[in-house]
């Protein structure tokens, strides 16, 4: 049976029946419905509140706006939301967001609001985020580098290719990484792998030998099968997302260094080994693709490898090699994107990080099945990101960025790709994201409006936004096409299925919230006896312990319009 919690800052007034345990979260608990949709809204389970279901503004509630009154017939063990979107650029006030109260018509019951408040009490959220220690995907420095115009364009870097040896199997190179204190150091490194689409070079450093399996160093063995890995990620990667610098039908072959394969090389990144624990799995810098002298015009330049390439963690990599095998799908991806969006298109980040990670998690998506990583492995994100955003889904902007709590930031950039992916064109849309003229919102609206969204009316992601909380409320349920959920299975590329799962089955602890009850499932819940400011382009899923499970045949909302104009609210029956 799923688990709703209810958010408060303060213990609501006690609600007249059975008593819950008093946490400092509160729970609603309600049955699942998925099988037994409500339809009694013009035949679906969702009612957009408009103009016409308020009536005229008499002042009588005063802050709270213009209110209207609705009958809800037939409720046999349904549960009520009230969903509220905020399609603004900007922050709403707690008390511009609406508000719904519920009348019972029942014989021997009250028909007087359940509520003993003339409106719900303004409230901050408090912080939940369980950002602590954690392995990153990226430095914040790569970011920073990757999402921002490419020092020359692609023809010109063509023009500077550099002519640099031929590496075999046992050769050492030098390479250019950051130590500890983030200065640029050489590290000696050896080719230990090979395959037909990357080279795999291994820092003396971080080279097992003789060390014992699980060390956190990487052995020759290891380094084969991160080859094969690739080799095997390689074609399904650029058959989605493009090409990478120099890849195949590239101007020039090769690229920057004139070899073919792209290079991976494994040290110990941060070298934090032995201390902390690794804090960062691997990273795609940019700065490779480009000669020392175009970089050296930047601030503070990096140091140049001369090379398509990416980094993977030597200690992740000899611990944690199913963790280390999506990395490498996340920074290939990044290094195709970087190629066809600002080497090959000349374009450029405008709004944050989002728009790049949120495509580089759908590669990990998409492409981790092929290699034995399905949805219900713990390392794939649809197990990794998900709980993480469930929770923390209310305090953020769909399309937005928060540096400062990078864990949740990844997972609310996943969580509304997939979201797009699986109800909006699947593969096809992701491909049209990854290949159409734009980046950010822009890429997406684009691809929401062309003919790989078989979906009429959802052709930005403002009307996108407005149908996520379906995807929320319904997220366990796939018993209808037409549903909008997580737990859909959407094939519109043969061969590249992004397959459905139930968000109700995701289990996760936070730790930093006093006596938060264990097993909790589904996303949070907030008391709609409470309000809350909204963040710019989000949403919030608002309901009561006593809107849980209703039985009766009729009842009656009593809805308060939002005083923003931007916000618009929604039933939802399941």
């Known amino acids: 049976m799923p688990v709703f919690f209810v958010l408060a800052a303060c213990q609501p007034i006690p609600e007249p029946q059975e008593q819950e345990p008093v946490y400092d979260i509160p ?8 099988l037994s949709p409500y339809t009694e809204f013009s035949g679906e389970p969702v009612l957009k509140i408009t103009d016409a279901h308020y009536d005229p503004d008499d002042g009588a509630y005063g802050a709270y706006g213009a209110y209207g009154a609705m009958k809800l017939p037939n409720f046999t063990r349904h549960s009520l939301f009230l969903v509220k979107v905020n399609h603004s650029g900007r922050t709403v006030d ?5 508000w719904a109260e519920l009348y019972y018509i029942v014989p021997g019951r009250s028909t007087a609001p359940r509520t003993a408040q003339a409106g719900p009490i303004a409230a901050g959220l408090p912080s939940v985020f369980s950002d602590g220690n954690q392995i990153l995907k990226d430095l914040p420095e790569t970011m920073k580098f990757n999402s921002s115009l490419s020092p020359v364009s692609g023809s010109r870097r063509t023009r500077e290719m550099q002519a640099v040896p031929v590496y075999n199997l046992g050769d050492t190179r030098d390479f250019w990484v950051q130590d500890q204190n983030d200065e640029w150091i050489q590290l000696p490194a050896v080719l230990r792998a090979e395959s037909t689409r990357t080279k795999v070079w291994i820092a003396d450093s971080s080279y097992a030998g003789s060390a014992a399996p699980g060390s956190g160093l990487v052995d020759t063995a290891q380094a084969q099968t991160l080859a094969a890995k690739f ?3 390689y074609g399904h ?6 090409s990478e610098p120099g890849g195949s039908g590239s101007a020039s072959p090769g690229g920057i260094d004139g070899d073919q ?21 691997g990273f795609f810098w940019a700065k490779d693709l480009f000669t020392q002298a175009e970089l050296d015009y930047l601030s503070n330049p990096p140091k140049t490898n001369l090379a398509e390439m ?3 963690d030597a200690d992740i990599t000899g611990t944690n090699p199913d963790f280390i095998y999506l990395t490498m799908i996340h920074e290939f991806q990044h290094m195709i994107c970087y190629n066809e969006k600002q080497l090959v298109r000349r374009l450029t980040v405008t709004n944050n990080y989002w728009y790049l990670e949120m495509l580089a998690m759908l590669a990990e998506d998409l492409i981790a099945p092929k290699i034995g990583i399905g949805t219900g492995h713990p390392g794939h994100p649809a197990s990794n990101r998900m709980p993480e955003y469930l929770i923390h889904y209310p ?7 928060d540096d400062k709590i990078p864990l949740a930031s990844y997972s609310n950039a996943y969580a509304f790709g997939a979201y797009l992916v699986r109800n909006y064109g699947g593969a096809a849309l992701l491909k049209e994201i990854a290949l159409n003229n734009y980046m950010d919102d822009a890429s997406i609206n684009a691809a929401l409006a062309s003919a790989a969204n078989p979906v009429s009316g959802v052709s930005n992601i403002q009307a996108a936004l407005g149908r996520y909380g379906e995807a929320l409320v319904y997220g366990n349920s796939p018993y209808t096409s037409n549903r909008i959920s997580f737990n859909r299975t959407n094939e519109t590329l043969a061969g590249y299925p992004f397959s459905g799962f139930n968000i109700w089955l ?3 602890v936070v730790s930093n919230i006093a006596n938060f009850p264990p097993g909790y499932r589904g996303p949070l819940v907030i008391n709609i006896n409470y309000a809350y400011d909204m963040r710019p382009n989000s949403l919030m899923v608002q309901s009561r312990l006593d809107w849980q499970g209703i039985t009766t045949r009729d009842a009656i909302l009593v809805i308060h319009r939002p005083k923003d104009p931007d916000v618009d609210l929604y039933l939802m029956v399941r």
């Open 310 to 312: 990416f980094y993977l």
């Open 27 to 34: 729970v609603v608990r309600t049955t699942d419905n998925a």
């Open 506 to 508: 995701e289990t996760y």
């Open 261 to 281: 394969k792209v290079h991976i090389l494994v040290y110990d990144i941060k070298f934090d080994r032995g201390t902390s624990g690794a804090t960062a799995a």
């Open 395 to 401: 305090f953020m902007s769909v399309n937005g960025w």
């Open 231 to 233: 080799d095997q990620i």
């Open 94 to 98: 707690a008390l511009s967001t609406g």
């Open 237 to 242: 990667a650029t058959a989605i997302f493009g």
